[in-house]
């Protein structure tokens, strides 16, 4: 098989591209880009030389519907809604990173993204892929809304107790935290290394696009989650994200029933892995990997449970889940391709 | 003026170290040791060479109240409830920075430290000293104890809407963030570079012993606030924290409004920068100075307010905060020799 | 085919782990300890957690014999020399990455390491195992000693060179600069984090027993070349060796045919990667990968020529190539198991 | 007295400024800008907020004359070379730290530097203020040219052996490495935290500007010394200097006899400390100082001594040495203002 992604220059799209040419049901793994046809794609990246042959391509629809048979776009947003209308989606499986399908009330996207929101008949055509809660959906989507890093890891974290209505409904407070990475390539004052060293910063407090995509998804596990306080943090790290959530349990629980619900509703979900008592995940425990791990605890003190949910963010936040997406889509093992340990050290 | 420090090749003391021996009204800054008389001090910092030309002098309790008039215990848990009952404290002024005179209830310290309290005499003379909130009794303290790195900074943030009892008692989240020179100079495999670098980790999870200590004053300032969520991470950087701080407001307020409050409150404080609505402090841009910078913002969606906090840990944390209480106790300016604008980048 | 490794709870054993547990040949891999038998090896490494289900096994050389057909020494210096006198070697090949076989003249060891040499018989038996200089010699080993990281990125960076008589024999400037994880998990006062961070220092100047190795090494290839300097610093980051070579050419050449000679000397070397003129490598651009990438410059101003060469410490500059060598010395491709990507940013 | 900076958005400027604000005998210390004038210096650098409570002044030579006796030009290259002319250096003396002023040869200049040259009439009355080379010319200085961080570090590494004849002189090779704030705050891709943590790189090989300014200064000291082999590489840090040089010295000497050496040479250098034989300056051991601190080491086995110098870039390796020439200029003692103790960990 033939796929293709748009935006491969980018830090998401080539974690997607180190992913894809090591696939084992990928033949091969086009290049696409609106501006710099025939670079070399190692020019941008040479830690692929020899690795990754292709010069970059030039981004028609046409010849993308006669080469490939997914595409991934992984572009920033704002490219997809412009993209999609011009390829012929019967013809072409459409994984979209860039987060123009995820909203599927419009006027939320315009409000946080202050952008043009793409075609209501597309975004409605877009099943968002979060394997753990909606892999059916996921095995016939074809257009697939990848989900955004922080929706991911905050959303996995929230899920079990969310869908049990467990917590108090309007007490969410997720504090998260992500390594620069996720701010991409560009350059930018805001990612200068002498910025960014030694320092932390809170930024766009109560103003993040990520927080309709999490109430959403909330929502659907539990029509009385409306709304909840997600604010995020930069981490001098170029990889990984915490997310750390607050909850105010409804009852009084143990540690252990919360533990029971948590590793029950993950049983099946390869990619989660849900740590002992007394055990917290860090950032690097799944560097280079599609795994989200969690650890938790119950205080009787306050009557709260703090849950930990830590990704790569350009894995499990992007690219990795990508590709497990593309593995449902096409009746592949979920794992094909990610079985990769974490980097540690 | 001679003062002396015990613990001065501790992070704490060595940061003492740099400031008393700039200090425009100490003549001599003695370096007392356990168990390494006759080191010289630049041998454990180089980076002092030719600054500090002390050598380690044998702690002594006759030796001490012969030679300084006030000394500092930048000591871990444990070692001033050990050393006080020996020094003659009529004759020589104590500044605790150990944390051991801290909490006036002491089978919370032995709750909360898993140690044996000091002398219950000791404890309650000690003043408590975060200046912005009780210079006046500081000023006739002998005994001195020097808050913790977390909790002067939760605590600040927190004073002006506790003490106006603006906030839902039990809805306090300090969600906090700190360097590793917090966990001090001896060797560990938790602090070992490998192990941080590239990582973020939650750490002592709903059981950290500044929990007991920001309740203590909370309540001082506000009697229905009993508990609070505090949770602690470790981020890859040397110096600074960052409270992210989550209240419930028991009534609608702007966000002006809200900063009014914190800037009133704090009209008087030299070492506290209020920021403008719409900026927040990073934690660089108070290192290595005495300030505790604030921003923080009121959520119309969820009628909470998110108070950022930052300092840095050695210095308004521990060090520079022990020199604040110093000027206090003695009459001088409380800003003399802290006048150090802060790093940047 | 089943293989052990002793010392897996350190960052080369850990890194060994990593790679023989996901290698398509080797069914089992069997983690020996002489002090934690029994311990999970997750406890030690939670990021393996549902990956290496392994807990340690006592070492014992008869079980070792039984259980496995290779067996990787993953231990700091000494370790060798004490266990393989106990392991019957006609049974099981050993893949030694201690470094106490790499001097083949014994009193060179006692010099450099400050030791006890290995038993003189068990040394001459030892093949060095850099493959892009001896691969021949490694098919037929049945002990191996496996290049110490610094040596590895600079007797590759040299050998095009030395081997053709090209420079002074005696103006080799080797300039190395490592990460922190070469020095191992052991906690210790210079590994702490808050040391490291934002600094960079020089160690063992002048005295790193790695400078005989590569004179060794060297001496092999160009019997003219007998002392070389060779300086190590310490780099605030986790992986990578970056050596920056110094030699004055012989004759004046261009830098083209300066790279003409590394590109026909590396021509099936499929590890090594040599640049283009005017391109130099970084380190993180073989992070996680076996890859050695190399850059090069002649100045005509100087007649000095430049030599960078990059690896992975932990990869090419330990694990990575003993898995390389493991390939060899049992007639699978050089690359199994190895065609990992490097991972970036 | 009334000081100006040009420049002061720019690292090397705001360093300035932190120095010049808190000058015993600095009364006002002026922002000019070419661009943005009336911004609060502070909407720039909100560490400074209630320190620095200039708006930046419009950048205009008849203004400056009336305004300040001294102007400090943190300018990048090119920048003095078009506003000197337009500034009557009869009422305000320069002090230039853009580099455009410190090659004699001005078409050296123009070769590294690839721009016009300054008026060579400029150009020669700068002096270049390296006080512990030529404190006498300083004094009488009107316009000083404030050497390059680069070549600070390695000039004063190799004068007292350059001075003294005792090396070889075509031997000399600098292996220089930096943090990375040498390269301002200007957005770039190279300087993108993503690309520079954990990460390793050499850059402009054989091609750094400072090569003319380090041979041109040797040369003054040594007429047989004409090139240098110099490379930098840029480490992920944010301060700090390290030049790691190598020489070949003509006659066999003790490590002993060369630290006498450089003791006798820097017996009056206040800001140079040489340390013991055996230690080497790490570059954490002078951050946020003006100290250039050194170590060094004889090797008999190679005939080659190594010798380590380290520096805060933005302090000795601009601003501060800025400052420090300003002393000299104007009688007052070579400390003032520079007393300041390096911030370690």
Redesign the interface.
């Known amino acids: 098989m033939n796929v293709g992604i748009v935006g491969a220059t980018g830090?998401g799209g080539?974690e997607l591209n180190?992913l894809l040419?090591?696939h084992p049901k990928i033949e091969k793994c086009i290049l696409y880009t609106s501006s710099e046809e025939g670079k070399a794609y190692r020019d941008s990246?040479?830690?692929?030389?020899?690795?990754s042959h292709e010069s970059l391509a030039s981004l028609d629809g046409k010849r993308i519907e006669e080469e490939v048979e997914t595409l991934f776009l992984a572009s920033p947003p704002g490219a997809a809604a412009e993209l999609l209308p011009k390829i012929n989606r019967n013809k072409v499986k459409i994984i979209d990173l860039s987060g123009d399908l995820r909203l599927k009330d419009s006027s939320l996207y315009e409000q946080w993204y202050k952008r043009q929101p793409a075609d209501q008949e597309i975004v409605d055509q877009a099943v968002y892929g979060l394997a753990e809660l909606n892999k059916q959906e996921i095995k016939y989507a074809t257009i697939l809304s990848n989900p955004g890093c922080f929706p991911t890891a905050s959303i996995l974290g929230l899920a079990p107790v969310a869908a049990q209505s467990l917590i108090e409904e309007?007490s969410v407070?997720i504090?998260a935290?992500t390594?620069?990475?996720g701010?991409g390539?560009k350059?930018?004052?805001a990612?200068?290394?002498?910025?960014?060293?030694?320092?932390?910063?809170?930024?766009k407090?109560?103003g993040h696009q990520h927080i309709p995509e999490i109430e959403q998804a909330l929502n659907l596990l539990n029509k009385n989650i409306s709304?909840?306080?997600f604010?995020t943090?930069l981490?001098?790290?170029?990889?990984?994200i915490?997310a750390?959530i607050?909850v105010d349990l409804k009852e009084e629980m143990s540690s252990e029933q919360l533990l029971d619900c948590y590793q029950s509703f993950y049983r099946d979900s390869y990619f989660v892995?849900v740590?002992p008592l007394g055990?917290?995940?860090?950032?690097?425990?799944?560097?280079?990997s599609n795994y989200c791990?969690m650890?938790l605890?119950y205080?009787e003190?306050?009557g709260?449970a703090?849950i930990?949910s830590?990704i790569d963010n350009l894995m499990k936040g992007a690219a990795g889940q990508a590709v497990q997406n593309f593995n449902i889509m096409n009746g592949y093992e979920e794992t094909l391709g990610l079985?990769l340990?974490?980097?540690?050290?």
Chains 1, 2, 3, 4 share one sequence.
Do not use: C, W
């Open positions: 830090y080539n180190r040419t090591k990246y040479p830690h692929l030389t020899e690795i309007s407070i504090d935290k390594g620069v990475s701010a390539r350059p930018g004052a990612v200068n290394y002498s910025e960014i060293n030694e320092n932390l910063k809170i930024y407090v109560n709304t909840v306080t604010q943090h981490v001098p790290m170029t990889r990984g915490m750390t607050y892995r740590r055990e917290f995940p860090s950032t690097k425990e799944v560097y280079g791990d650890g605890a205080d003190r306050t709260r703090t930990v830590v079985e340990a974490p980097l540690f050290p």
